[in-house]
């Protein structure tokens, strides 16, 4: 700039020094700027006190901006740790009740990492524990992506099992409605394949058919069978190992296991089945059985 009139120089002091004034020394030299009769002109170069005291406080009164910044975000951050802190507690014992809650309690764990990282300054130790945490991680992708001769082998059974279950399952297609009955943890993939409904399942909402699946394999009254799979209005039965079968049915139903449960009998000895389940086919995996005079 080349000319300020000295009453622009009032303001100019004015405002500044109102801004800046606890700088001593830069008010003083505004306090002496403009002192020049009102309506003469005072001629100031680049290189005068005006443009370095309005040049330099500038980047003073920026800094004093920013810090005011940072402080309101950290006692913006402060008044929400609390809250953090209690849905971090309250999703966890959630998730002690009921595992289904797993998921909202590491979204929330996740969410408030940095909250929970914040108390501590030293950054090093903050990626220290990152690190630290990722091990646990690393060594399942290990274990996924490099798997050792015996986790191939079982990961080749499984997948020999579900093409089998698969194939037998493709047998229950129909335009028709036919459900079936099967162990709880088979019955999403048997239900997708055949497109046929399912008593029991993997969801909560299963939790009656899961039941009743049960009650049926463990049970060793064929009677008791029998009125089960009329009251649900099955069609088809499929058969699995009745080990596993028997040993997690007793632990859904909390009863000790039978001698001879149903599983085991249509699993082991199809011949000896109760007469109003027809056996139909079988593979390596599984057997199916046909429902026979169900009451509709």
């Not at 020394?25 to 005072?42: K, W």
């Not at 027809?278 to 169900?294: E, M």
Request: aromatic share 12%.
């Amino acid at each position: 700039m080349d000319f300020v009139r000295s009453d622009s120089c009032d303001r100019i002091r004015n405002r500044a020094a109102r801004s800046l004034g606890c700088d001593f020394s830069v008010r003083q030299s505004f306090e002496n700027l403009g002192e020049h009769h009102r309506g003469t002109r005072a001629r100031f170069t680049d290189k005068s006190s005006l443009v370095e005291l309005v040049r330099v406080p500038a980047g003073d009164h920026a800094g004093f901006d920013l810090d005011e910044h940072q402080n309101a975000g950290n006692q913006r951050a402060r008044r929400w740790r609390p809250t953090i802190y209690v849905l971090v507690v309250a999703t966890y014992f959630l998730t002690v009740w009921q595992a289904r809650w797993g998921y909202f309690f590491v979204l929330i764990f996740a969410l408030a990492l940095p909250a929970l990282f914040a108390p501590i300054k030293p950054g090093a130790a903050v990626w220290i524990a990152f690190v630290l945490s990722m091990f646990p991680i690393l060594r399942d992708w290990d274990e996924r992506l490099w798997p050792n001769e015996a986790q191939l082998a079982g990961r080749m059974e499984q997948r020999i099992e579900s093409a089998q279950i698969r194939d037998l399952a493709l047998s229950l297609r129909s335009l028709e409605v036919h459900p079936f009955l099967a162990p709880w943890w088979l019955s999403p993939s048997i239900a997708y394949w055949s497109g046929q409904p399912g008593v029991a399942g993997s969801s909560h909402e299963s939790f009656n058919g899961i039941e009743d699946s049960a009650r049926f394999f463990l049970s060793e009254d064929s009677q008791k069978g029998r009125e089960i799979l009329e009251k649900r209005h099955v069609v088809w039965v499929l058969a699995y190992d009745s080990d596993r079968v028997a040993q997690n049915s007793a632990a859904i139903l909390n009863e000790p296991l039978r001698r001879e449960p149903l599983c085991r009998v249509l699993d082991r000895t199809p011949s000896q089945a109760p007469p109003f389940l027809i056996f139909s086919a079988q593979n390596p995996a599984c057997k199916l059985y046909r429902v026979a005079a169900v009451e509709r």
